[in-house]
């Protein structure tokens, strides 16, 4: 069974520190891999797409992937008090299917003044 | 990305019955996805719905419990039949190769 897991919550950072999310997955073939924010009550918002190895930067997102290692991380600089979220990390499962997504149980987030 | 409407937003069922979910997109798309989540839950993948064949379910989830109709290439329906307080979740539906989701339905069951 394709699994997708995160590194365990919740995570508390203060107010302009580096928040560093991970998350591993079981399936070789994966080709493309997604953190998403969810806010209480709301629905999952993208906020990073990652396809190849290396790193992927916007704005204050960093993504980063290592497909040997089968790790996907996020990294969010300068975190603010509206990055406190539960965030998701999903892989293609479809292979050609895609929006066939594999979610992660989420990693609640913090951010304290 | 797409604008994706999916109604109700929420609902309280009771027990028994079924509640239909419509889920709209502003463009058209081959591939719909519904998806799961229960409390405090991650999201989990009930089944893919293509325009003109049948869905296709994930494990764990059969046609007769939550029925899905695609008639169109813009435009989705699940139902969650003969609904147990366990069925109480969010349910999204999806599109595109990233997942951009709707607003999502919450539904109580009592």
């Known amino acids: 069974q394709k699994e997708v897991e995160q590194n365990s919550g919740p995570l508390s950072v203060p107010e302009g520190a580096i928040a560093s999310l991970n998350c591993t997955y079981s399936?070789?073939?994966?080709?493309?891999f997604f953190w998403y924010r969810q806010y209480s009550g709301k629905s999952p918002e993208l906020i990073m797409s990652i396809y190849s190895n290396g790193d992927k930067e916007d704005g204050r997102f960093t993504a980063q992937l290592n497909k040997a290692s089968q790790y996907v991380s996020l990294l969010i600089r300068d975190s603010q008090p509206s990055d406190s979220a539960t965030y998701l990390c999903?892989?293609?499962?479809?292979?050609?299917?895609?929006?066939?997504?594999?979610f992660g149980q989420g990693t609640i987030l913090t951010v304290h003044p | 990305s797409a604008v994706i409407s999916q109604k109700p937003s929420r609902d309280i069922c009771q027990r028994g019955t079924s509640l239909t979910i419509q889920c709209q997109v502003d463009?058209?798309?081959?591939?719909m996805f519904w998806y799961r989540q229960q409390p405090g839950q991650s999201l989990t993948l009930i089944a893919t719905?293509?325009?003109?064949?049948?869905?296709?379910?994930e494990s764990g989830f059969v046609i007769d419990k939550f029925p899905i109709s695609r008639p169109n290439l813009t435009f989705s329906t699940l139902t969650v039949s003969n609904m147990s307080p366990e069925d109480s979740s969010i349910y999204l539906c999806?599109?595109?190769?990233?997942?951009?989701f709707g607003q999502g339905t919450r539904l109580t069951v009592v």
């Open positions: 999806s599109v595109g190769r990233e997942a951009f």
């Open positions: 999903a892989v293609n499962s479809g292979g050609t299917s895609y929006g066939k997504l594999t």
């Open positions: 463009s058209q798309v081959t591939m």
């Open positions: 399936d070789r073939v994966s080709q493309s």
């Open positions: 719905a293509n325009q003109g064949s049948e869905a296709t379910y």
